[in-house]
């Protein structure tokens, strides 16, 4: 977060002083001497001011007097007759907008020529509309009604405005549409328009239509829903052009069918990205001779880069990657942009280059100097996840600032050129066959880099002693062969990366300040001793994944005095202001909790009390002993997903689990619980409800990166969305987290001492997907209800003493690809139908042993009376296990751990790495999103009206 902090504040800046009263006046204030305003259009401007409710910078508060023209943001004409021509009550800031509605009296400044309402988000017009009467204001030359609260159509009157040089509507919320745009090219005088966010989908003839605006200098039409319906125009005459944003449409053509946009010979800033345009680059991009920005990432561009391009000697920023994550996640790997080949050497005339983004592609071939070496004012280049080979020794004319060469082929030697390259504040070289150790100098060089990723390679060697001296706050060595100790950590780190390393010693939680760190990722190490008490003061940590190590001991005691019992030097610790009075500590961030496969020999951790957000415990396979607290039912309101598998737990299942109303995975296998199985468990709105749990999850994205949104229906209809705040959270790979994913819902409770029926209202409880009761002493009958359980994949109830038949309603389940009743007191005929003849094709009879009462079949044992009837189902079994949907017959049931409805990409490893190596390179998407504003911004500063 606080790298984050002056990209947040710069871009403010620049809207601050882009959209801020810095124009010149053309128009003076008339000084005194006579008359002031036209009566009119005071009063006018005062019923203006009456229809304000709020304004919170008490910016009409000078609109007293008699003289108008001197109020606050009220400019009158030079001449006797002193009319009002501009009016300009932009907001600057979000909390200085104006609120209230705009008053029809404005129609009364017949001589408006410049009317700026833009930022006052809470502003709006009669009955929340974009108000028509604002199109009998004739002589508008500039109107910028952008950041305001209208919904419902643009108006058609503003084609009245026949003056108009510069119309700004993008309100940045979907709210306004538009279908028919036939106002448009009457306002034929217009240099500047940006109607983004207005929703044009039904506007077929969009094309023809901006076409026909011949003076255009700024066309912004982002997120407009365009489509390619209507006609596309071949040739244009928007000679003038120098800014074309389309962005974030569903364009979906080809790039010959938007030739016209090579036409516009004068384009300086051309943003296509996300427009789903398809095809080669047409070599006429190299008519564009002025571009200084090319934005075109996340298309369906493929072949090469043509050799053409190097006309393009302007070229400041020049973007193709596939960046954009939203929608399907079959639909996003098939948007990634296809550029193949070498990269063309003659990218080295491009002189004036400051970014290059060719990463997500399929390019390949050896990157050299000559690529390079006129490229000196090159400040980022990302190549990642391509197949270039970079060349080791040579010495960059540049001096980066970001760098991402992530699966590109950069070693096997660590790569020596890196070393001038002293400016770098994020750098990007996982998976880059690097198979060294990391020369001393990396770590001074690159001491004031915030974001360092080296995972992924074949790194050995330990850490260095200065670690604790540099400034990073993104630290990835994760999959590498670091051992040895982990010294000191940076003294602003925020996320840690170590796992699947071989590094021991005590657990690395050795943090100057603890409250910056958020995310410790240790799993797979050799770590040893106990988890520090310091563990504690780390308030903003929201996942501690210390998963399979060698920790012993207990869990640190938070509520006791830390600064005493602790190791750590006492002044890095904040004082315990609200620890000492009462006895109770501050509440923890912690929302992930990963434990597993350790020693640690305690009891439930009470520590946990505090942590209110937790969503994710796993502290399996441990040494763990005693009940299940009563209080995780209350204290523990977020808890989605449980794991205590494998320890010595004992005791009841506390009823008390029934307040945890987002439970949808719970896993207490291989312990020695008893008693009878709540009715409630499992069976609360969080199960049935999934849905509503994934769409909550997206629209409060406070720390959650990615929410899955599943229709319950098709594990490959998931969405996945990317929140801002993605930079702050960790990747899943294959310990996916909780609040990225919506996993499957299960209940584990196999082999324990677990007595009595299973509970009837277990049933609806129909997001069930895996379920295993196995291994316990559970009697009385399957209930009926079993067949409701619609979702469920894998049932286990063997090795229990049920008894009774099994209920037909068993063969309603569709979805089952793993059932289990064997050695049990069931009798009576086996039911048949649907799915059940097709499970367990190689020996199906085993799914039914050890029942002496059990008949028909695939038992061979048939029943009294009439045994031919269900014959046949068993027979073509084989045939319908694989016709079901690959997700299914291998998912639940036949693998212990976290299941995602992300199939698709477990199956494709490299897809899957690929994907998250996206999230941590969005990072620096930030980066791109400055550039990209700032040029946004620029357009809107230098547009002349
Ligand atoms: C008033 O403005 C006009 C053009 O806007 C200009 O030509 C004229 O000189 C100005 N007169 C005075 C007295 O400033
Ligand atoms: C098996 O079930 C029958 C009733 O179906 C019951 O009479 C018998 O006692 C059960 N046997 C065991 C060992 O539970
Ligand atoms: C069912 O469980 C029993 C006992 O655990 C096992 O022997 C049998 O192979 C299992 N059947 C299937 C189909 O997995
Ligand atoms: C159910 O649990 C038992 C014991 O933990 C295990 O052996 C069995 O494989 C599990 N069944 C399924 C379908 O996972």
Redo the contacts with the bound molecule.
């Keep these: 977060q606080s790298t984050m902090l002056p990209l947040v504040v710069l871009l403010l800046l620049l809207t601050e002083t882009t959209s801020g009263r810095t124009e010149p006046d053309t128009q003076s204030t008339r000084d005194g001497g006579g008359g002031g305003c036209i009566t009119k259009e005071r009063e006018a401007l005062l019923s203006i001011k009456a229809c304000i409710t709020a304004d919170p910078e008490r910016l009409l508060s000078t609109w007293r007097g008699q003289d108008c023209c001197r109020w606050e943001g009220v400019r009158c004409t030079n001449m006797t007759t002193s009319h009002v021509v501009k009016l300009d009550l932009h907001a600057r800031y979000i909390r200085s907008s104006l609120e209230g509605e705009i008053s029809s009296s404005l129609e009364a400044l017949e001589h408006l020529q410049h009317l700026d309402l833009s930022g006052n988000y809470a502003l709006t017009g009669p009955g929340g509309s974009l108000p028509s009467f604002i199109g009998s204001l004739h002589d508008l030359r500039y109107l910028n009604l952008s950041r305001l609260n209208f919904s419902g159509t643009v108006p058609h009157q503003f084609g009245n405005l026949s003056r108009l040089r510069y119309l700004d509507l993008d309100l940045s919320s979907d709210d306004l549409h538009s279908d028919d745009l036939s106002w448009l090219p009457r306002l034929s005088l217009l240099k500047y328009l940006d109607m983004s966010y207005v929703d044009l989908s039904a506007t077929i003839d969009w094309v023809e239509t901006v076409n026909m605006l011949a003076s255009l200098e700024v066309l912004r039409l982002s997120w407009c829903s365009l489509n390619n319906t209507g006609h596309f125009v071949s040739r244009s005459n928007l000679s003038h052009l120098k800014i074309l944003d389309i962005s974030f449409n569903t364009i979906e053509t080809s790039f010959d069918a938007i030739s016209w946009v090579w036409d516009a010979t004068r384009l300086e800033y051309l943003n296509l990205e996300d427009t789903g345009i398809h095809g080669v680059l047409p070599t006429r991009l190299a008519n564009l001779s002025s571009l200084q920005v090319i934005q075109l990432s996340g298309n369906h561009l493929k072949g090469m880069i043509p050799d053409t391009l190097t006309s393009l000697c302007s070229l400041r920023v020049f973007e193709l990657t596939r960046n954009d994550l939203e929608g399907d996640i079959t639909e996003f790997i098939e948007s990634f942009n296809r550029l193949m080949g070498s990269l063309t050497t003659s990218i080295s005339t491009l002189t004036d280059l400051v970014y290059l983004n060719l990463g997500y592609n399929q390019m390949d071939g050896v990157i050299t100097k000559d690529h390079f070496s006129k490229l000196t004012g090159l400040q980022e280049l990302h190549l990642s996840a391509n197949s270039f080979t970079i060349n080791s020794d040579w010495t960059p004319p540049f001096r980066l600032q970001s760098l991402g060469l992530g699966s590109c082929r950069c070693g096997p030697g660590f790569p020596r050129w890196l070393k001038s390259q002293k400016n770098i504040y994020s750098l990007y070289l996982f998976d880059a066959g690097i198979a060294d150790t990391v020369p001393d100098w990396f770590w001074t060089v690159f001491a004031k880099a915030e974001v360092l990723d080296l995972s992924s390679n074949n790194i050995s060697g330990t850490l260095p002693a200065t670690l604790g001296q540099m400034d990073t706050f993104w630290l990835d060595l994760s999959s590498n062969q670091f051992n040895g100790l982990v010294p000191q950590l940076p003294q602003n780190i925020g996320t840690l990366d170590l796992s699947r390393n071989s590094l021991s010693g005590p657990l690395p939680f050795n943090v100057r300040s603890p409250i910056s760190i958020e995310t410790l990722i240790l799993f797979d190490n050799q770590f040893t001793g106990t988890i520090p008490t310091s563990l504690c003061q780390m308030k903003s940590l929201t996942v501690l994944d210390i998963g399979n190590n060698m920790i012993t001991g207990q869990f640190p005691r938070c509520s006791e005095n830390v600064a005493a019992s602790s190791g750590m030097d006492p002044s890095n610790i904040p004082s315990p202001d609200s620890d000492s009075g009462s006895g109770m500590p501050q509440s923890m961030s912690i929302e992930t909790l990963r434990l597993d496969n350790n020693s640690l020999a305690d009891e439930f951790p009470l520590l946990l009390q505090n942590c209110p957000e937790l969503t994710f415990i796993d502290l399996g396979q441990n040494k763990l002993f005693g009940s299940i607290p009563a209080w995780i039912g209350q204290k523990l309101p977020q808890l989605k997903y449980l794991r205590l598998r494998s320890n010595m737990f004992s005791g009841y299942i506390p009823t008390q689990l029934r307040g945890l109303l987002h439970l949808q995975y719970l896993d207490l296998a291989h312990n020695d619980f008893s008693g009878t199985i709540p009715p409630s468990l499992l069976n609360m709105d969080g199960v049935t409800k999934t849905t509503e749990i994934a769409t909550e999850d997206t629209s409060s994205s406070t720390s959650s990166g990615v929410a899955a949104v599943d229709d319950g229906q098709n594990p490959h209809g998931t969405v996945y969305r990317i929140s801002n705040s993605i930079f702050a959270v960790t990747k899943g790979q294959e310990r996916e987290y909780i609040g990225f994913f919506i996993y499957m819902v299960s209940l584990d409770l196999s082999c324990n001492h677990f007595t009595g029926d299973i509970p009837k209202s277990i049933g609806p409880a129909s997001g069930l997907v895996n379920m295993n009761l196995s291994l316990n002493q559970l009697t009385g009958k399957i209930p009926e209800s079993i067949g409701l359980m619609r979702s469920l994949e894998s049932l286990d109830l063997?090795?229990n003493q049920l008894s009774g038949e099994i209920p037909q309603g068993l063969s309603d389940l569709t979805s089952l690809s793993y059932l289990?009743l064997?050695?049990n007191n069931l009798s009576g005929r086996i039911p048949s139908g649907h799915q059940l003849g097709t499970l367990?094709p190689d020996?199906p009879a085993?799914?039914y042993i050890g029942n002496t009462g059990l008949c028909g079949p695939p038992l061979p044992k048939s029943c009294p009376g009439n045994h031919t009837a269900e014959k046949r189902h068993f027979t073509t079994s084989k045939e319908g296990s694989e016709t079901m949907p690959f997700c299914f017959g291998l998912s639940v049931g036949f693998v212990v751990g976290l299941w995602v409805v992300f199939c698709s990409l477990l199956f494709k490893k490299p897809w899957r790495d690929i994907y998250f190596r996206l999230l941590d390179e969005l990072y620096d998407k930030m980066y791109v999103l400055l550039v990209v504003n700032w040029v946004r911004m620029m357009g809107k500063a230098t547009a002349t009206y």
């Design positions: 063997s090795n289990n064997s050695y367990s020996d085993s799914m």
